[in-house]
């Protein structure tokens, strides 16, 4: 039993890399939509650098809160 704990556990850390790649593929959009703003003249650029500050921040907080449910999982998958 404890191979498949092992195995739960490796398939934990896939999903968060995952969770994690979507989260950057968000920030990317983002980041790209809010270039495209300035380009059309929607925006400053001192608006567009808040803005990529503020979707930095969310990125950072989010990639946190997945490690931390990978974390607590893993506890949970290894006990007995």
Known sequence: DESVRKDMVKLVNKRKE???VSI???????????????????????????IEKKIQELTDEYCKKA????????KEVMQV
């Open 18 to 20: 995952e969770a994690k």
């Open 24 to 50: 950057r593929n968000v920030r990317r959009d983002g980041n790209d939509a809010a270039r495209k703003q300035k380009e059309a003249g929607d925006i400053a650029e001192d608006q567009m650098h808040t």
């Open 67 to 74: 490690d931390e449910m990978a974390t607590t999982k893993e």
